[in-house]
């Protein structure tokens, strides 16, 4: 195993590990109690580096907030990537959804959506769609609800696929909404969209909620897969919990996935611990070392 290059902000003695990783930081205070970072960007991007992390996951309410160009020279003098950016917290904290009976409330979240592009291209981000969808809300048929989301996300593919940006949709569990809970749902989705940079972000704490077999549908969707969030079992930090690590992380590669694995977890006891012991266990856990400069799978532990 070989030391890998990195750019700006390459801190001495950084020695390959799992796979590449990320943890979710909000780009401004929020509810969310699964980010365990929050505030203080440039702070918090110095520690998550200082960490061992290769990325962070941006959640983001609303991107008209940021500039593209000072994020990305944010980020990228902390030595880090941003794979994804998050923007559920458009439905936590104000209720936009594509499934809302107002239209102008669908087309807020549609506006939404499209005004992460610009942010997510300059960062080369997937956009997570995942809280953002809604859920069927009384006095709404589901058949008009699903319909309603497969336009909305086709018209968000087109305007993200201008951009070469690609949209991942995460299946959530029942607790928390009531449309698309599962992988297999997701993937019915996906065809329904027909996009081609439209595809799936899988979570390991949804996953244990809601499916048979949290491999099996890791293997299902296959390479479908654009993104994937780790939380134990409590939604604590992997290694917190009772889910089978080793074999998630090891059906994952097999696939071919070559993202980021991402921890969205509660920062418990605390952000520094979790994060820590995050890194350590997805480690253990055998993981495959990826090689940043060509992404290319370097080798299996
Ligand atoms: C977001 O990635 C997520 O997993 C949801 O639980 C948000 O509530
Ligand atoms: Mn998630």
Request: hydrophobic share 45%; net charge negative.
């Amino acid at each position: 195993m070989g030391t890998r290059e990195r750019g700006m902000g390459e801190k001495a003695g950084r020695i390959d590990r799992p796979g590449r990783l990320s943890v979710v930081l909000s780009t401004q205070p929020a509810r969310f109690e699964a980010v365990a970072f929050k505030g203080d960007f440039e702070g918090n991007l110095a520690r998550i580096a200082g960490f061992g992390y290769d990325g962070v996951e941006l959640a983001v309410r609303e991107p008209a907030l940021l500039d593209p160009e000072d994020v990305w020279a944010k980020v990228t003098a902390a030595g880090l990537e941003v794979p994804a950016i998050g923007t559920g917290q458009a439905w936590g904290e104000e209720k936009l959804s594509f499934t809302d009976p107002s239209a102008h409330v669908r087309g807020a979240a549609i506006a939404r959506v499209k005004g992460h592009v610009p942010l997510a291209a300059r960062l080369n981000a997937t956009i997570i769609i995942g809280l953002l969808r809604g859920i069927v809300q009384p006095g709404v048929d589901r058949d008009q609800a699903m319909d309603w989301l497969v336009s909305a996300l086709q018209e968000c593919c087109d305007a993200a696929g201008d951009a070469g940006v690609r949209l991942a949709l995460e299946p959530i569990n029942r607790y928390e909404t009531t449309l698309i809970n599962t992988a297999s749902q997701g993937l019915a989705l996906l065809d329904a969209v027909g996009a081609a940079n439209f595809g799936l972000l899988l979570d390991t704490f949804h996953m244990n909620i809601e499916e048979p077999s949290i491999t099996d549908s890791i293997r299902q969707a296959g390479d479908r897969i654009f993104h994937f969030h780790v939380a134990d079992s409590n939604r604590w930090h992997p290694g917190a919990g009772h889910l089978d690590f080793p074999a998630i992380l090891r059906t994952l590669f097999a696939t071919g996935y070559k993202g980021y694995v991402s921890g969205e977890f509660m920062p418990m006891p605390d952000a520094e611990t979790a994060a820590l012991h995050a890194i350590k266990h997805l480690h253990e856990s055998g993981a495959v070392m990826i090689d940043k400069r060509d992404t290319s799978v370097a080798s299996t532990v």
